[in-house]
């Protein structure tokens, strides 16, 4: 079913995100000279962050998903 794929491929790309911002983070104090992981680390994480949103919006479009309020209408 594509809402449970969805949702995987929604949560693998957040996990992505999470983990390449900590790599960045062990990267910035592992490395005391001029090193090209942290760069990495944090392009990656814009990468996914990028592919998240493209993805959002493209499920949306499609109508997959449907955007609704925080709070239901009163």
């Known amino acids: 079913r594509i809402c449970a794929m969805f949702k995987l491929v929604v949560l693998a790309l957040l996990a992505a995100i999470i983990l390449s911002l900590g790599s960045g983070l062990v990267y910035l104090y592992k ?27 493209l499920a949306w479009a499609m109508g997959w998903i449907q955007p609704h309020g925080v709070l239901p209408p009163g």
């Open 31 to 57: 490395d005391q000279g001029p090193s090209r992981r942290l760069v990495k680390a944090l392009t990656l994480r814009i990468g996914f962050s990028l592919a998240l949103f493209l993805l959002l919006f």
